[in-house]
T-cell receptor, first 116, second 117 residues
């Protein structure tokens, strides 16, 4: 199993450009998450999905859109990139389980995005 | 929403000494507290977790304690080794009731642990 993978690993954008980050998992996990990591601020949740075709906003959703057309993929889109979106983006996934069971989130390797 | 504070932001210890990292949380509904280790340029990886019905959990050189009343939890690493050097994140989590067993993790700001040989 590859686990959680992310594409691309690095990207440089100019202000106003758009791009899509792809997260894929082969663990048949129901839940998927997008986080951003900035120095001194830990990881903050952007959007999440509890199943195919469903998405919801997290802590910092502004400027991002997401889609979950297939269970194994979770896409993060930036329609008009801004320098404030320079960050490292991590995707994570979690198995569907009863409350109190199997709560571990598994992270992808990250995408380093720079917006000039 | 949940707020997690983590201290210290940096910690240096001599090899073989113990290291302690502390976190506080604000939402009394949080009931799951994982700790992640992130090496430079790598992804966060779970090292230990604890649920609110347990006060302490240990896994070899790593232990976590939880005080629900005071809303704080701590990571203890004994007999530290150079390979323990990394950034450690605490997190607090509650179930998103409208979404079944989905959980939202709120992370602390991280502690850079350096183990000096």
């Amino acid at each position: 199993n590859a686990g959680v993978t992310q594409t691309p690993k690095f990207r440089v954008l100019k202000t106003g450009q758009s791009m899509t980050l792809l997260c894929a998992q082969d663990m048949n996990h129901e839940y998927m998450y997008w986080y951003r990591q900035d120095p001194g601020m830990g990881l903050r949740l952007i959007h999440y999905s509890v199943g195919e075709g469903t998405t919801a906003k997290g802590e910092v959703p502004d400027g991002y859109n997401v889609s979950r057309l297939k269970k194994q993929n979770f896409l993060l889109g930036l329609e008009s990139a801004a320098p404030s979106q320079t960050s490292v983006y991590f995707c994570a996934s979690k198995v569907l389980a009863g409350v109190g069971l199997a709560d571990t989130q598994y992270f992808g390797p990250g995408t380093r995005l720079t917006v000039l | 929403g949940e707020n997690v504070e983590q201290h210290p932001s940096t910690l240096s210890v001599q090899e073989g000494d113990s290291a302690v990292i502390k976190c506080t949380y604000s939402d009394s509904a949080s009931n799951y507290f994982p700790w992640y280790k992130q090496e430079l340029g790598k992804r966060p990886q779970l090292i230990i977790d604890i649920r609110s019905n347990v006060g302490e959990k240990k896994d070899q050189r790593i232990a976590v304690t939880l005080n629900k009343t005071a809303k704080h939890f701590s990571l203890h690493i004994t007999e530290t080794q150079p390979e323990d050097s990394a950034v450690y994140f605490c997190a607090a989590s509650r179930v998103l009731f409208s979404s079944g067993s989905a959980r939202q993790l709120t992370f602390g700001s991280g502690t850079q642990l350096t183990v000096l040989p």
